[in-house]
T-cell receptor
Framework: GAGVSQSPRYKVAKRGQDVALRCDPI?????LFWYQQALGQGPEFLTY????????KSGLPSDRFFAERPEGSVSTLKIQRTQQEDSAVYLC???????????FGPGTRLTVT | AQTVTQSQPEMSVQEAETVTLSCTYD???????LFWYKQPPSRQMILVIR??????QNATENRFSVNFQKAAKSFSLKISDSQLGDAAMYFC??????????????FGKGTKLTVNP
């Protein structure tokens, strides 16, 4: 496909469950970002990859959040022992080069019950 | 840390009229980029317009233009000839080139734009 894809689009998890969210960036895009968007708020940065290297994970809210991009393309954001405050839309974005346009995926809406 | 402020939670405009959305930011960097993104109800974020801080000329993309005031740290978006399809959340965003290598975007809280027929 031509755009950034994310799966699943919707995820309901019971508190304490682990979840894994997947992002397929645009082919050839070096940079990949994860953002968390709470209801009615702007997206907030979680982590950034350049190829397979995770260069910035300063936005991850706790050690329950973990992201990887092992082959420099697909990325997975994992949340362990989910809590209610983790309920949000998780957005993935990719870009071709520095400070260029970030292309966003449709997001995964996570609801923790 | 860089911050982006959008002081208008909601705005409305009549179809075919012009509307301006406000954005201010705070940074100590001299080189950076500013963006306006549009997020329709389907939630896919789309870039509307981009401005490099070193360029004095305001960016324009068809009906969308910005008023970039670097000294005032202001970056407003003007939408001319508003169309029903312009209805969405609009986010102002910043990225600096000296953020330790990270190209992360810092977003404002957004402005919900309603277009009335």
């Amino acid at each position: 496909g031509a755009g950034v894809s994310q799966s699943p689009r919707y995820k309901v998890a019971k508190r304490g469950q682990d979840v894994a969210l997947r992002c397929d960036p645009i082919s050839g895009h070096v940079s990949l970002f994860w953002y968390q968007q709470a209801l009615g708020q702007g997206p907030e940065f979680l982590t950034y990859f350049q190829n397979e290297a995770q260069l910035d994970k300063s936005g991850l809210p706790s050690d329950r959040f973990f992201a990887e991009r092992p082959e420099g393309s697909v990325s997975t954001l994992k949340i362990q022992r989910t809590q209610q405050e983790d309920s949000a839309v998780y957005l993935c974005a990719s870009s071709y080069r520095t400070a260029y346009e970030q292309y966003f995926g449709p997001g995964t809406r996570l609801t923790v019950t | 840390a860089q911050t982006v402020t959008q002081s208008q939670p909601e705005m409305s405009v009549q179809e075919a009229e012009t509307v301006t959305l406000s954005c201010t930011y705070d940074t100590s960097e001299s080189d950076y980029y500013l963006f306006w993104y549009k997020q329709p109800p389907s939630r896919q974020m789309i870039l509307v317009i981009r401005q490099e801080a070193y360029k004095q000329q305001n960016a324009t993309e068809n009906r969308f233009s910005v008023n970039f005031q670097k000294a005032a740290k202001s970056f407003s978006l003007k939408i001319s000839d508003s169309q029903l399809g312009d209805a969405a959340m609009y986010f102002c965003a910043y990225t600096g080139l000296l953020q330790g290598g990270s190209e992360k975007l810092v977003f404002g809280k957004g402005t919900k734009l309603t277009v009335n027929p």
